[in-house]
């Protein structure tokens, strides 16, 4: 570890199913506002060009008329 690294570098090779089960017991440890920040994140680099569109807003505002039916 180098002088300016200041965490410690801590890896293993595991399978994929004991990947999974590492996965399943991180997020059972976690509170819902770090699960909830974690999702986000997720969210935002998979969809970085739509969250960098403006925000737009579609209004429509319809009347009914008095004579719906047509019948007299």
Same mark, same amino acid.
């Given at each position: &570890?180098?002088?300016?690294?200041?965490?410690?570098?801590?890896?293993?090779?595991?399978?994929?199913?004991?990947?999974?089960?590492?996965?399943?017991?991180?997020?059972?440890?976690?509170?819902?506002?770090?699960?909830?920040?974690?999702?986000?994140? &997720?969210?935002?680099?998979?969809?970085?060009?739509?969250?960098?569109?403006? &925000?737009?807003?579609?209004?429509?505002?319809?009347?009914?008329?008095?004579?719906?039916?047509?019948?007299?």
């Amino acid at each position: &570890m180098n002088e300016h690294d200041k965490i410690k570098k801590i890896g293993r090779k595991v399978s994929f199913a004991e990947a999974e089960e590492i996965e399943v017991e991180y997020y059972a440890n976690i509170n819902w506002k770090e699960s909830a920040e974690n999702v986000e994140k &997720m969210r935002q680099s998979i969809w970085n060009k739509e969250y960098l569109l403006p &925000m737009s807003k579609r209004i429509s505002i319809a009347h009914l008329n008095d004579n719906r039916d047509g019948l007299e």
